[in-house]
Nanobody, 130 residues
Framework: QVQLVESGGGLVQAGDSLRLSCAASRRTAATYAMGWFRQAPGKEREFVAAIRWTGPGTYYGDSVKGRFTISRDNARNTVYLQMNNLKPDDTAIYYC???????????????????????WGQGTQVTVSS
């Protein structure tokens, strides 16, 4: 069992920045990627970003490309989501998750699929006011 704890959410104004963190209680040998998803009120959960746990490979949803950056600290079993130029449409609960499915860097875009993720955190609220 892997526990994930997100932090860093809050209330900000449009144009501000936030950095979310997701700390995993441990990394199993079968953890190949970590991802961020979000769910706004009345909407389905959507893919935000993912990163392969070893080697290169970062992937982003179209709505956050150029504004959000995902990174990792393997030694701390932690993944970060740097969110810049936030917009009211970014308001949502943000969840991190781990995937035990392996894709090479070339096929890493498949990490957009929620069904590939095994463990999920409880989420952290991000609210962006206009």
């Amino acid at each position: 069992q892997v526990q994930l704890v997100e932090s860093g959410g809050g209330l900000v104004q449009a144009g501000d920045s936030l950095r979310l963190s997701c700390a995993a209680s441990r990394r199993t040998a079968a953890t190949y990627a970590m991802g961020w998803f979000r769910q706004a009120p009345g909407k389905e959960r959507e893919f935000v970003a993912a990163i392969r746990w070893t080697g290169p490979g970062t992937y982003y949803g179209d709505s956050v490309k150029g504004r959000f950056t995902i990174s990792r600290d393997n030694a701390r079993n932690t993944v970060y989501l740097q969110m810049n130029n936030l917009k009211p449409d970014d308001t949502a609960i943000y969840y991190c998750a781990t995937s035990s499915t392996f894709f090479s860097e070339s096929y890493g875009s498949y990490y957009t699929g929620q069904g590939l993720y095994d463990y999920w955190g409880q989420g952290t609220q991000v609210t962006v006011s206009s």
